[in-house]
């Protein structure tokens, strides 16, 4: 039976006995029978002094101190002296608090049974011309191993096949499969994505990358510092005053009742009490916010956080294949080339192609039944789609070698740009168009990042597995410290050691590839909304909705906790020290002093409970959660709209006069149809509901200065559109309009990503 567990064992017997013998006792003396009450307070108090004994030399063999000395003292000499109703209900207190923190500091077991369950155990090996399944632990150096379609690759090695299509999340974060030449390395842990390959075994199982991440996280766990009470901080200065206040009172007064008084009065219950009742209430206020905090450990380090790491895929962005942007050929349509992709794309499993078809559903797109699809893995479909031969995939399978045309350089351009992932789409041979496919900040990411400055977080840096280009646009984009990328597990776990030893630090991460680095953290916070149960049980802290705005929301309530511990450590100790004066001087009898710290013991656990509430705010109203969501799906339906006005600047880059004007019109329509209403909307009816909420009038000014812009570019197109003819239009005036179309474009964007927030804030109060 584990240790830990026979001593929260042992602590439940001790407050059980503790309990039953003060109740007979009482029950006894109020039926008129005191000596046996006396008995049956003694017989209470007896194991727990023992008890706390052997704790006591089991610290001190460690070299521990802690405030346990003092309510071993008060607890001994009540027993000598004849006071044994003061030792029970100081018995009471000690094995209360004990009990307390059991609940408070209780980490969960981490088993890593998630990560042994995914690690694969059989290999097929080959042998001559036939296979064999084999235990992965059989597979030699040089051993040909064969890897099937959608199975794990059991060991590391080399790439014996032409190519092969791996999906990577597992180790690098990397959402998007790549596809690796023959001779390139394959690590054990990535998921074969593509057609069955062989591969060359370069180390054994032992020595996977699989396995040395197991063995990380192994380390990183039992490598961590168990968590020290507050209290016994300052037990060296407590039991020294206690033990020379009482020690003078008895000599003064003559009576060693008088110093028993005093040691009765100066147990330290404020100190074994005030944390774990305001950790178990932070604890539980963090649940309400969708946070699991494992234990009061965890609550205590998030209060001391200095730096936080995050990872990139799946935690600071979405983690997946979103779609960014459509690129046209011209005289082409968005919406055709999605409806055309998403059917093809029904009949493959990638997750590319489930990328595609949930984009194009998303648009309200009907999609058709594609028949005779052809699949090249790693590189796209082909098939046909209400008789017209359609393609989808890679450049190289919709051009061959063919020399693509300037539009379609250009989406390669804003697809390198975005650290995209372009797929075309051609019909019949001619190409129309390309979905540009990336990975993408959470809509919350920047709030997120902002709310952990405001909450004293001193540096926020990202460490990650994906490519440079690739974490740096997202680095940019949140104003981070610091970017570590292409690292690899061991390289993450170093990284935060790095910074460990610097200041406290927070990893916050999502994948298989995070664990290690998350059991290393001073405090490791998993998103396990989305099922990622190895990082959830490496890590202190689990996200369990699935926003990212809960990070901060953990740091906020262990710092408000951790100030509210600490305020009732030292409000309960100030009356402690005034209880024992008065004991000192004979106004308190030992019984009397017990019950006197029972009472401060009551407002101390009163205090340490306001960490259950987010504290108060007079006059402080808040935007209905409706009303929030509301209000984005207002941005969520301009949206098409926006979409539509990037299809037709970009269509204005070659456009004739005859075809620019009806172009031109109609940026105006929607412009002056949906993003200008919705503007003037924002300013007469929702601004001044937001007022009255944030109280931030400088904030909203600067919000309304974007509405006067946007108004007046929309009025500037419409000074240009009103009687325009094509015989009045020449390439300066499709110029004019082009610019202005992008720069609405751009600004509603930005602006309707702000307003998102703010109306975040309100909602949040």
Partial sequence: MPIAFTERLQRRALIAVALSGLTVGGLLYTAGYPHAAR???????????????????????????????????????????GQPLAGVVVAVMYAGGNLLEDFAVARAERDLKSLTDRAPRIAHRRRGDSLEDVAIEDVAVGDTVLVRAGEVIPIDGVILAASATLDEAALTGEPIPVTRPKGDPVHSGTINAGETFEMRATASASESTYAGIIKLVTAAQTAKTPFIRLADRYALLLLPVTLALATAAWLWSGDPIRGLAVLVASTPCPLILAAPVAFIAGISRAARRGVLVKGGAAIEALARTHTVMFDKTGTLTVGGARLVAIETAPHQSANE????????????????????????????????????????????????????????????????????????????????WRSALSVFVSVDGKTIGAILLADELRRETPRAVQALRAAGVKRIMMVTGDRAESADTIAAALDLDAVLAERVPSDKVEAVVVEQRLHPTIMVGDGINDAPALAAADVGIALGARGASASSEAADVVILVDQLDRVSDAVAIARRTRRIAIQSIAAGMGMSGMAMIAAAFGYLTPVEGALTQEAIDVAVILNALRALTPGWRFGQQHLQTAASRALRQGHTDVQACLDRLREIADALDEASADSAVPLILEANELIARNIVEHERDDESNVYPRIAKILHDAPGLVAMSRAHREILHLSRLLSRLSNGLKIEAVDKYLIRDAQRVIESIESLVRMHNAQEDDIYEQAAAG
């Fill in 39 to 81: 008995w049956s307070w003694a017989a209470g108090t007896v194991p727990v002094v023992i008890g706390l004994f052997v704790s006591m030399v089991r610290d001190l063999m460690a070299g521990r101190m802690g405030v346990d000395a003092v309510a071993f003292i008060s607890m001994s000499a009540a027993l000598v002296l």
């Fill in 337 to 416: 080339i999605m409806r055309l992709a998403g059917s093809l794309e029904q009949a493959s499993h990638h997750v590319v192609a489930a990328a595609i078809v949930a984009a194009a559903r998303a648009r309200g797109l009907v999609l058709s039944q594609p028949t005779e699809v052809k699949e090249t893995m790693g590189s796209g479909l082909q098939g046909l789609v209400e008789g017209r031969q359609v393609r989808v995939g890679s450049f190289d399978l919709v051009y061959g070698q063919g020399r693509p045309p300037p539009w379609a350089v250009r989406a390669l351009r804003r697809a390198s």
